[in-house]
């Protein structure tokens, strides 16, 4: 079980703990606000009251003098709930009405008193007095009239009714306050415990993956909150570097194995120039010859960089507005003369011109790779060779498709055709290094498209599938 200072230290806990801490300094405004503006309303509600009890009393005054006042005063006061009445004689003695004793002083001043007084009302019992004032005391405010004949008239209203709802309004919000502050510290307590096992199985694993476990991920428990949301997102960097380092691995091997040969290669036919003993124009060939082979391994390093540089995401390449159909257009006129050389007959295709936003050379690149293997194979096809490049666009991608009708290559052979330095059994006769179609997909994936390799019986058609959410 995970300890409180545990939880404490983590971020989701912290957070929760200064929202709770904001939201009861909220509380405690809203609770001292209302009980205070209910106070308000009630206190305004009673001195309206007492005015219009006062303006009644001051009619019936009007109409009938001191009797009649006393009169009315009487039957009002004998009344269940009544106001507070009280006549007394210029010294403050009282005379008559509904109140038995006064707080010191406070017949000395006339309008509204200017704080809350203490009471007690006539004939009532002690047992029947709540104590809210001193002694059992009532508290109530009043309007203090002077009559001309110098008697005193009181007119005032109990507040003991105020006092109740204030109270009640200031417990109900406190319980309120209370039962949303044990909630609040409930949801905090389990949600940060349950947070600090999913960072703790987090870091297991980060660790176990650190110690060497490149096959291990991070869980993921499928409720698609913001930890599975980054444990994906992690595992997918996981499998993208577990993909890098595959990818290493096999180039690492791929160079040993495939450029031993030439590398040897070069390195005895320096060495047999140079026992040979022969002429001038047999050792220039010889410097051909390895110039040539040189040229061929620079370029075999070259797309090996380029393609781990793609595939890796990295490249120095900046991309632009390009027509696709002008590339295709110079790469057939780029390799018409080595079609015409092999008697092949390479033809291009545009139903549409397409623009989007690429690299020209890169995409140039890919798809001399793909007309140049296709005419490399085709050259020796039984029927008539042919190899058609063509351009086709859809409502939502385009297609620079590369037919031939060579010998094809198998279907369960054209996904590892692929891989850089594959070079199937058919092709071994055929100069290369394995890399043309391993560049192309690697210039795809950098524009966000995709590779296809399909074919009948015989022939293959080679197909750079561009997305046109990225055309202008």
């Given at each position: 079980?995970?300890?409180?200072?545990?939880?404490?230290?983590?971020?989701?806990?912290?957070?929760?703990?200064?929202?709770?801490?904001?939201?009861?300094?909220?509380?405690?405004?809203?609770?001292?606000?209302?009980?205070?503006?209910?106070?308000?309303?009630?206190?305004?509600?009673?001195?309206?009251?007492?005015?219009?009890?006062v303006a009644s009393l001051d009619q019936a005054y009007r109409r009938g003098g001191l009797p009649r006042l006393v009169r009315v005063m009487e039957m009002r006061a004998r009344q269940p709930g009544a106001n507070l009445y009280l006549i007394a004689d210029a010294t403050g003695s009282i005379l008559g009405g509904n109140v038995e004793s006064l707080e010191p002083g406070v017949l000395d001043t006339t309008g509204w008193t200017a704080r809350p007084f203490a009471?007690?009302?006539?004939?009532?019992?002690?047992?029947?007095?709540?104590?809210?004032?001193?002694?059992?005391?009532?508290?109530?405010?009043?309007?203090?009239?002077?009559?001309?004949?110098?008697?005193?008239?009181?007119?005032?209203?109990?507040?003991?009714?105020?006092?109740?709802?204030?109270?009640?309004?200031?417990?109900?919000?406190?319980?309120?306050?209370?039962?949303?502050?044990?909630?609040?510290?409930?949801?905090?307590?389990?949600?940060?415990?349950?947070?600090?096992?999913?960072?703790?199985?987090?870091?297991?694993?980060?660790?176990?993956?650190?110690?060497?476990?490149?096959?291990?991920?991070?869980?993921?428990?499928?409720?698609?909150?913001?930890?599975?949301?980054?444990?994906?997102?992690?595992?997918?960097?996981?499998?993208?570097?577990?993909?890098?380092?595959?990818?290493?691995?096999?180039?690492?091997?791929?160079?040993?194995?495939?450029?031993?040969?030439?590398?040897?290669?070069?390195?005895?036919?320096?060495?047999?120039?140079?026992?040979?003993?022969?002429?001038?124009?047999?050792?220039?060939?010889?410097?051909?010859?390895?110039?040539?082979?040189?040229?061929?391994?620079?370029?075999?390093?070259?797309?090996?960089?380029?393609?781990?540089?793609?595939?890796?995401?990295?490249?120095?390449?900046?991309?632009?507005?390009?027509?696709?159909?002008?590339?295709?257009?110079?790469?057939?006129?780029?390799?018409?003369?080595?079609?015409?050389?092999?008697?092949?007959?390479?033809?291009?295709?545009?139903?549409?011109?397409?623009?989007?936003?690429?690299?020209?050379?890169?995409?140039?690149?890919?798809?001399?790779?793909?007309?140049?293997?296709?005419?490399?194979?085709?050259?020796?096809?039984?029927?008539?060779?042919?190899?058609?490049?063509?351009?086709?666009?859809?409502?939502?991608?385009?297609?620079?498709?590369?037919?031939?009708?060579?010998?094809?290559?198998?279907?369960?052979?054209?996904?590892?055709?692929?891989?850089?330095?594959?070079?199937?059994?058919?092709?071994?006769?055929?100069?290369?290094?394995?890399?043309?179609?391993?560049?192309?997909?690697?210039?795809?994936?950098?524009?966000?498209?995709?590779?296809?390799?399909?074919?009948?019986?015989?022939?293959?058609?080679?197909?750079?599938?561009?997305?046109?959410?990225?055309?202008?």
């Amino acid at each position: 079980m995970a300890s409180m200072p545990a939880i404490m230290r983590t971020t989701a806990a912290r957070l929760s703990a200064l929202y709770l801490i904001l939201f009861a300094i909220c509380a405690v405004f809203l609770v001292i606000y209302m009980t205070s503006l209910s106070v308000r309303m009630l206190t305004a509600q009673t001195r309206e009251a007492i005015h219009e009890e006062v303006a009644s009393l001051d009619q019936a005054y009007r109409r009938g003098g001191l009797p009649r006042l006393v009169r009315v005063m009487e039957m009002r006061a004998r009344q269940p709930g009544a106001n507070l009445y009280l006549i007394a004689d210029a010294t403050g003695s009282i005379l008559g009405g509904n109140v038995e004793s006064l707080e010191p002083g406070v017949l000395d001043t006339t309008g509204w008193t200017a704080r809350p007084f203490a009471y007690l009302r006539y004939g009532e019992t002690r047992s029947q007095r709540d104590g809210t004032g001193p002694s059992g005391y009532h508290n109530a405010v009043a309007q203090i009239l002077r009559l001309p004949n110098g008697m005193i008239l009181l007119v005032g209203r109990d507040l003991g009714e105020p006092e109740k709802f204030r109270k009640v309004v200031r417990r109900s919000l406190m319980a309120a306050l209370g039962m949303m502050g044990f909630g609040a510290l409930l949801i905090w307590f389990f949600v940060g415990r349950r947070a600090l096992k999913r960072i703790d199985s987090v870091s297991e694993a980060s660790n176990e993956i650190m110690g060497g476990d490149l096959t291990r991920r991070l869980p993921v428990t499928g409720t698609g909150d913001e930890f599975d949301r980054l444990s994906e997102n992690l595992n997918s960097m996981l499998d993208r570097i577990a993909a890098l380092n595959e990818g290493l691995k096999q180039v690492s091997d791929n160079i040993a194995h495939d450029l031993k040969t030439p590398l040897t290669r070069l390195r005895n036919r320096a060495d047999a120039a140079l026992r040979s003993g022969a002429d001038s124009a047999a050792c220039r060939e010889a410097l051909e010859q390895t110039i040539a082979e040189s040229d061929q391994l620079i370029r075999t390093f070259n797309a090996i960089l380029m393609i781990s540089r793609l595939e890796a995401g990295y490249s120095a390449e900046t991309t632009q507005p390009v027509e696709l159909d002008a590339i295709l257009a110079d790469v057939v006129e780029l390799y018409e003369p080595l079609a015409e050389e092999q008697g092949v007959a390479l033809v291009g295709t545009v139903e549409e011109s397409v623009r989007i936003d690429g690299n020209r050379e890169l995409i140039g690149q890919a798809l001399s790779n793909i007309v140049d293997n296709a005419i490399k194979y085709s050259a020796g096809a039984a029927e008539a060779p042919h190899v058609a490049v063509s351009l086709e666009r859809s409502k939502r991608e385009a297609r620079l498709l590369v037919t031939d009708n060579g010998p094809g290559i198998p279907a369960g052979d054209r996904e590892r055709a692929t891989e850089r330095f594959v070079r199937l059994e058919a092709s071994r006769s055929q100069p290369g290094s394995g890399l043309g179609l391993s560049l192309a997909k690697a210039v795809m994936k950098f524009h966000g498209g995709r590779l296809e390799l399909s074919g009948g019986e015989r022939g293959l058609a080679v197909a750079m599938v561009f997305p046109l959410g990225k055309t202008e």
